[in-house]
T-cell receptor
C-alpha cells in the first residue's frame, strides 16, 4: 500500500472552467475526507464520506463544489465555473473507523494534495 | 464549537536546542488532539495523537506533547532540534469519532532550525 494518492498534483485552469480532482485512499479505509488549504493557513474541512455515503457536506464552500465516492473506494472533487479565489491546495485524507485491527486507530492519513491555480 | 489557537506563527531555534510549539484548544466535548507536520511539497504526517489514555504523549522523531485540561493546552516539545525538523506544524482538535471525526486545524506554526 502506497498511502493516499491524489491526481493531478498540479492543475492550472482558466476562470470559468470546470475541474475535477481524484483521490485514491488507503484501500482498507472506509472514511475519506476533503480539505482545502490556502497559503499560510491550516487545512479547512470540506466534506467526508463513510464508504459511499456522504455524511457531511454543509462545509462545501458553495454549490459550485461537489464530491462523489460512487463505489466507496476512490473519490472525486469537482469545482464548476472556477473563480480565482478557488486557487488553493486541495487535500484528501482517509481513515479506518469502527474496526478492531491495528489500522483502526481513527487517524487521518493525508495525500500530497492537488494544487489548483485559476488564471 | 471547536477551535484551535497556535500562539506563534513562526518559531526559530538553533540546532540542538529545545523546541516548544504552543497550542490551545476549545471544545464542547472531550476532544481528541493531534499534531501533524507538513514538509514542503509533501503530505501532512501525523506526529502524535492524544485520546485520554495518558496526558503525556510520545510521537515520532523525538517529539512529545502534554495534555493539560486545566489550561486547555496541548503544547509540542522536543529536547533537541534537528535541521530536518524545519517544517510547518499543525495542532488539530477533533470531536469523538461517533460525531464524524471532523478535524479542526490550527493556523500552523512554521519552525525554522538554524545551524
Amino acid at each position: 500500500d502506497t498511502g493516499v494518492s491524489q491526481n493531478p498534483r498540479h492543475k492550472i485552469t482558466k476562470r470559468g472552467q470546470n475541474v475535477t480532482f481524484r483521490c485514491d485512499p488507503i484501500s482498507e479505509h472506509n472514511r475519506l475526507y476533503w480539505y482545502r488549504q490556502t497559503l499560510g493557513q491550516g487545512p479547512e474541512f470540506l466534506t467526508y464520506f463513510q464508504n459511499e455515503a456522504q455524511l457531511e457536506k454543509s462545509r462545501l464552500l458553495s454549490d459550485r463544489f461537489s464530491a462523489e465516492r460512487p463505489k466507496g473506494s476512490f473519490s472525486t472533487l469537482e469545482i464548476q465555473r472556477t473563480e480565482q479565489g478557488d486557487s488553493a491546495m486541495y487535500l484528501c485524507a482517509s481513515s479506518l473507523v469502527g474496526g478492531t485491527g491495528p489500522l483502526a486507530k481513527n487517524i487521518q492519513y493525508f495525500g500530497a494534495g492537488t494544487r489548483l491555480s485559476v488564471l | 464549537a471547536q477551535s484551535v489557537t497556535q500562539l506563534d506563527s513562526h518559531v526559530s531555534v538553533s540546532e540542538g536546542t529545545p523546541v516548544l510549539l504552543r497550542c490551545n484548544y476549545s471544545s464542547s466535548y472531550s476532544p481528541s488532539l493531534f499534531w501533524y507536520v507538513q514538509h514542503p511539497n509533501k503530505g501532512l504526517q501525523l506526529l502524535l495523537k492524544y485520546t485520554s489514555a495518558a496526558t503525556l504523549v510520545k510521537g515520532i522523531n523525538g517529539f512529545e506533547a502534554e495534555f493539560k485540561k486545566s489550561e486547555t493546552s496541548f503544547h509540542l516539545t522536543k529536547p533537541s532540534a534537528h535541521m530536518s525538523d524545519a517544517a510547518e506544524y499543525f495542532c488539530v482538535v477533533s470531536l469523538p469519532d461517533n460525531y464524524g471525526q471532523n478535524f479542526v486545524f490550527g493556523p500552523g506554526t512554521r519552525l525554522s532550525v538554524l545551524p
